[in-house]
């Protein structure tokens, strides 16, 4: 992520080598990537190099996989996500040949290989025994340094470890087989009124609801709309739904529809039941004047938890999606 490649010489002055397998999509990863630098930190006085690798094919991700996470497992995601969070640890990408990756042998995000310094391996498995730090019991990864470094074998050599599945390139067809199913499934648009506008609004539904008012000559709808596809596609499998309104008038739903049906938008569609689209703006938002795209989350409880007029950016609105998901209900 920092624009050059590494190697093994890279690190030869290290007493000890921790190599973690990890990625961005994973949630048992996204636990851990706070211990990790706090790990780098506490023991990079002590001698200790910290690397850490994503194995994953991105193309082998499938998008129901990416239910909590703002971010995919590609090279150009892996540096967003180190910017963003401010790794202190080189964050190194294999996913193009997995040669790394199959050498060493990972089954899961996050897999810890720690080296002594003759670069013998000496110990294989977890960072500690719970993703949730309240729960930790047994710290592995630190237990083992902590031996190496005053010359012990390290009283637990390799452990089980808990995590996602690496994604490696054979699971590519996987992903297309998703792809397929998600283009077969059925299109719908319906009419909706005042009294459907305001009860959209309310949000009653015990879902976190994504609202997007669009229509097909606005431009930026356009431009954005395969935005709202994917994040129906990752996130839906939680508590959460997304609903798109379009303001176009009623006797425009036919061309509606066609453009919805090559969007492959299963999501719940609605129209403007009429064309006086004055009552249907005021019914869901009196402080609304009606330009679009418009944009807004909204939490289980009817309260605004992200608002978007103009055309959203999609990184910071999945980043809410996921806040607020994970605040309903955390893996």
């Given at each position: 992520m920092d624009g050059r490649n590494w190697a093994l010489k890279d690190f030869v002055a290290a007493k000890a080598l921790v190599v973690i397998f990890t990625c961005n999509h994973c949630p048992t990863a996204q636990y851990y990537e706070e211990r990790i630098k706090q790990l780098v930190t506490d023991y990079r006085n002590k001698g200790v190099?910290?690397?850490?690798?994503?194995?994953?094919?991105?193309?082998?991700?499938?998008?129901?996989?990416?239910?909590?996470?703002?971010?995919?497992?590609?090279?150009?995601?892996?540096?967003?996500?180190?910017?963003?969070?401010e790794y202190n640890f080189p964050y190194l990408y294999d996913?193009?040949?997995?040669?790394?990756?199959?050498?060493?042998?990972?089954?899961?995000?996050?897999?810890?290989?720690?080296?002594?310094?003759?670069?013998?391996?000496?110990?294989?498995?977890?960072?500690?025994?719970?993703?949730?730090?309240?729960?930790?019991?047994?710290?592995?990864?630190r237990n083992a340094l902590d031996s190496l470094l005053v010359g012990k074998e390290p009283s637990v050599a390799q452990t089980k470890v808990i995590g996602c599945s690496v994604k490696w390139a054979a699971k590519v067809d996987a992903g297309k087989t998703e792809l397929a199913k998600f283009a077969a499934e059925p299109v719908n648009i319906e009419k909706v009124d005042a009294e459907g506008l305001k009860v959209l609004r309310k949000n009653d539904s015990g879902k976190l609801r994504l609202v997007g008012f669009w229509a097909t000559w606005c431009a930026p709808c356009v431009a954005e709309f395969d935005e709202f596809v994917t994040m129906n596609r990752m996130y839906r499998q939680r508590d959460f739904e997304l609903v798109m309104v379009s303001l176009n008038r009623p006797d425009e739903e036919k061309s509606v529809l066609e453009f919805l049906k090559k969007k492959q938008a299963s999501n719940k569609n609605l129209i403007?039941?009429?064309?006086?689209?004055?009552?249907?703006?005021?019914?869901?938002?009196?402080?609304?004047?009606?330009?679009?795209?418009?944009?807004?989350?909204?939490?289980?409880?009817?309260?605004?938890?992200?608002?978007?007029?103009?055309?959203?950016?999609?990184?910071?609105?999945?980043?809410?999606?996921?806040?607020?998901?994970?605040?309903?209900?955390?893996?």
């Open positions: 190099a910290v690397v850490a690798i994503s194995p994953n094919d991105p193309k082998a991700v499938r998008l129901n996989e990416l239910g909590y996470t703002d971010l995919g497992d590609s090279f150009d995601e892996m540096k967003i996500r180190a910017k963003h969070l996913g193009d040949t997995e040669t790394v990756s199959r050498a060493y042998g990972p089954v899961a995000t996050p897999h810890v290989f720690i080296f002594d310094s003759a670069r013998k391996l000496r110990f294989v498995g977890r960072i500690d025994d719970s993703e949730r730090e309240q729960f930790v019991k047994v710290r592995d990864t403007f039941a009429s064309a006086d689209r004055d009552k249907l703006i005021d019914a869901f938002d009196l402080k609304w004047q009606g330009a679009v795209p418009f944009t807004v989350l909204i939490r289980p409880d009817g309260k605004i938890a992200y608002q978007e007029l103009g055309s959203i950016d999609p990184l910071a609105l999945k980043r809410a999606i996921v806040k607020e998901l994970n605040a309903i209900k955390p893996w």
